[in-house]
């Protein structure tokens, strides 16, 4: 484009032109490499706090190398063996099993190996880390022995698991994560009733977390009206009162709560001083999903307030005076003149909080009892106290997986070029 | 000339200050559980251990997520814990799972000052390779007195019975132990609640128990939360940990009662995590912390029961109220008779159906 301009002019010799468009292409290599550099390190930061994380996560939930890699010998036997056969394994495969067992208790590797299977069938732990401290004083041939040992190893059943979680990779974790189990004849069926946690969970996560954006909004949405319409000097000093509380840290405000809202407290406390609740009637307001939401509610509403009032700030108040003064009532000047105006604000303040909110994990976690957790509270207690990284790994895809799919309906619905856009 | 020996001089400084630091003994950190027990335990043996060989002890309130830091810190080949003191169903795994150092136990530790050989010294069956217990605690029902004025709650038949004693309930959010509880409230023998919970049948009557007082629990899942609810008034009865009880009885003259009754007791000890950083001052702190005296000096500073037998003897007063400490302990024949002893086995077997279990339970 640009060689075909200076070419127009026909000024410059072929030869001047070779060399102003190499010499161009190597100022703006410099520029290129310069930007790199510029950029570099934001770009190393999110690859090393951001995108590896992430992809660690989805690694881990399908990685499944705790048997073939500590029961190698077993695994091999195994791939010979037809699961579906109704037939125990032969000789050789209990003669490996028992090698595995007894290397594996020598270099204490077993217990990793009992651990992944026991998530799939329990008892297989102690069927494992059992034998293996009687294994190593068996002789051959070992299949008799070592049914006589543990009745488990004459169970069909508990081989067809070894064999199928012998498989480097897994979707095992996923198949946990949406509330079903592989029966040992390899059938995929949903968990009884009774059974099932994870489904629900995911499902109140996305109400609450609905329910919560809107109350935000409900109650944000006229103090940025509000802040945005009174005078400067008073707006400010309004605007520390929001600030205040969002500064405050997430751990005293829920526990302010707490004092706030428990049966002996605060709130309960003056409401049966005046009578209007009895003392052995008092409210529950804590420790259940209401506990959960008045919390995250208040605490997440200066994620709602702030782009509401940054972007009603720059709409006009000329524009309600003129629908006004072309003879529209309040209500249709402020819904076809003022509302449309502050959608922008709606919007980025409400996927503010829902993503905010639908990954909240302490405050349910505080405040929420039984029927106020959310799915980021099993995810933590599968990564801190169940120890099973893969179902917490899967259950973090599963939810990032939902953040992303509910992102994208939300920029097909106010698009990301037209109103979305953070003024 | 003189710019030079002033240079020379700093430098001189500069290496005697790192030689210092080199020759000066790095200090351990030690992992626990935090508040009046790691207390106890700074008293009892970490600062005597500190005056003895002048290492310091840091301590990490990491313990409630013990097993999960270890195997974290094991599997990213960064260990930075020196002992972590860990339940035994927990100790059990981590030395199956090989993240936790092998213990030579007539090497290692000291025979009891009575001269009672460590194998036969400590708990019954409890040194299991790499587990060293210090303490017996247990987990019992306590109630705040002023929720009963008249009849008392006595068993744990009465903690499931609403009508004759109404008022929440605080419970652990875990099925371990209440499981238990709720089988003992049915009418299964103590002794045979395993038994029974390891059936399918056994465990849908479990959970039926449970379900006639869902409505009226507060789950926990710090051991300082239900002496704060009972105290509220929150709750009427709470499980808890019997040191946490006695210290708000005692230390802050709480009225509450202990129910002696079907609590579940399990033991509390260290190990020392594979690839430790400073592993010959942790095995010398081990041996040190976990010898007759040292064991019976904890009982000063909280109501646990030492491991060791030759400990018992030398179990005198609270150091700070004067109470006699005997009869707060949870191994004390008066408190001993009906308790049950949680199975570490079944739980690690069985544990993760039951929590999934449980749950779901929670969901419903």
């Known amino acids: ?47 090393v706090t951001f995108v590896s994380p992430i992809a660690t996560m989805l690694f ?116 946990a994560a949406f509330d079903m189990e592989t029966t040992p004849s390899g059938e995929i069926k949903m968990l009884p009733e009774q059974q099932r946690v994870y489904l629900k969970m995911l499902w109140r996560t996305v109400w609450m977390s609905l329910l919560i954006t809107a109350l935000t909004l409900i109650l944000g949405y006229p103090v940025s009206y509000l802040l945005a319409s009174l005078p400067m000097g008073i707006a400010n000093t309004l605007m520390i009162l929001v600030l205040l509380p969002f500064w405050t840290s997430l751990l005293v405000r829920t526990s302010s709560w707490i004092a706030l809202l428990q049966g002996q407290g605060v709130i309960n406390d003056v409401l049966v001083w005046f009578g209007l609740v009895g003392d052995d009637n008092r409210l529950s307001m804590i420790y259940n999903a209401t506990g959960t939401v008045i919390t995250m509610t208040h605490i997440l ?15 006009p108040p000329s524009y309600m005076r003129a629908a006004r003064s072309l003879g529209a009532t309040p209500f249709t000047a402020f819904f076809k003149v003022y509302l449309p105006q502050s959608v922008p604000g709606i919007s980025a303040g ?70 979305m856009t953070l003024r | 000339m003189k710019k030079f020996s002033k240079l020379s001089s700093v430098l001189a400084l500069g290496a005697a200050v790192c030689m210092g630091s080199a020759i000066a003994a790095e200090p351990l950190t030690v992992v626990s559980w935090g508040g009046a027990y790691t207390k106890s335990q700074r008293m009892a043996y970490s600062d005597p251990f500190t005056a003895k060989t002048g290492i310091e002890i840091v301590d990490e309130d990491k313990s409630g997520n013990g097993l999960a830091g270890l195997r974290a810190q094991v599997e990213a080949g960064n260990v930075t814990w020196d002992i972590v003191d860990i339940l035994e169903g927990d100790a059990i795994l981590a030395c199956d799972e090989g993240i936790a150092q092998e213990l030579d136990y007539e090497k290692d530790l000291n025979p009891g000052a009575d001269g009672t050989p460590v194998m036969e010294d400590f708990v019954e069956g409890s ?97 300082a939360q239900p002496p704060q609810l009972l105290a509220d008034g929150e709750v009427a ?91 707060h302990m949870p191994t004390n024949p008066e408190n001993f008779k009906t308790p049950i002893k949680k199975n570490a086995e079944f739980w690690a077997d069985n544990g993760d159906e039951l929590r999934q279990r449980f749950n779901a339970w929670l969901v419903q």
Request: aromatic residues 10%; neutral net charge; contains cysteine.
């Open chain 2, 237 to 327: 009865i709470a499980s808890a940990y019997n040191g946490r009880i006695f210290n708000a009885q005692v230390v802050e003259n709480q009225p509450f009662t202990i129910i002696w009754d079907g609590q579940v007791y399990e033991l509390d000890g260290y190990i020392i995590p594979k690839g430790a950083p400073h592993k010959k001052a942790a095995m010398d702190y081990l041996r040190f912390a976990t010898d007759t005296q040292r064991l019976a000096d904890q009982t000063k500073y909280i109501s646990y029961g030492p491991a060791r037998k030759s400990s018992a003897p030398l179990v005198s007063t609270h150091l700070e109220t004067g109470v006699e400490m005997g009869p």
């Open chain 1, 350 to 419: 409400a996927i503010l909080v829902f993503i905010l909110a639908i990954g909240y994990y302490i405050t349910p976690a505080l405040v929420g009892g039984q029927t106020g957790q959310f799915i980021g509270n099993m995810i933590a207690y599968h990564m801190q106290s169940s120890l099973n990284w893969g179902l917490a790994a899967a259950l973090g895809v599963v939810l990032l997986a939902l953040v992303l799919g509910i992102y994208a309906l939300y920029s097909r619905l106010f698009g990301s070029n037209n109103q």
């Open chain 1, 1 to 47: 484009m640009m060689a075909n301009t200076v070419e127009a002019e026909g000024q410059l010799t072929p030869d001047e032109q070779k060399r102003l468009t190499a010499d161009m292409h190597r100022s703006l290599r410099r520029k290129k490499i310069r930007a790199v550099f510029l950029v570099a390190p934001l770009l190393i930061f999110i690859m």
């Open chain 1, 301 to 315: 509403l200066p994620f709602m307030i702030l782009p509401l009032y940054s972007v009603m700030k720059t709409i």
């Open chain 1, 60 to 175: 881990r939930s399908v990685d499944n190398p705790q048997v073939s890699e500590y029961m190698p010998n077993t695994t091999a036997a195994l791939a010979a063996w037809d699961a579906d056969s109704n037939e125990l394994p032969d000789e050789t495969t209990y003669a490996a099993l028992v090698e595995d067992l007894v290397v594996g208790r020598e270099n204490h590797t077993i217990g990793k190996a009992a651990t992944r299977l026991n998530y799939e069938k329990s008892q297989m732990r102690s069927l494992l880390t059992g034998t293996a401290r009687k294994a190593g004083r068996l002789d051959p041939p070992y299949k008799e022995q070592l049914i006589k040992i543990n009745a488990g190893w004459g169970d069909i059943d508990n081989w067809r698991v070894i064999k199928r979680e012998s498989a480097p990779y897994t979707l095992s974790y996923y198949i």
């Open chain 2, 127 to 223: 040194l299991s390779g790499c587990y060293v217990p210090t303490i017996v605690y247990a987990t019992l029902f306590s109630y705040n007195n002023n929720a009963f004025p008249g009849e008392k709650p006595s068993t744990i038949a009465d903690v499931f019975d609403t009508k004759k004693f109404p008022g929440k309930r605080a419970l652990e959010k875990k099925p371990d132990a209440n499981l238990e509880w709720a089988l003992a409230a049915d009418g299964v023998p103590y002794d045979k609640v395993y038994e029974v919970l390891g059936t399918p049948e056994g465990v849908e009557r479990a959970f039926a128990k449970l379900d006639t007082i869902k409505d009226q629990i507060i789950w926990w899942d710090a051991g």
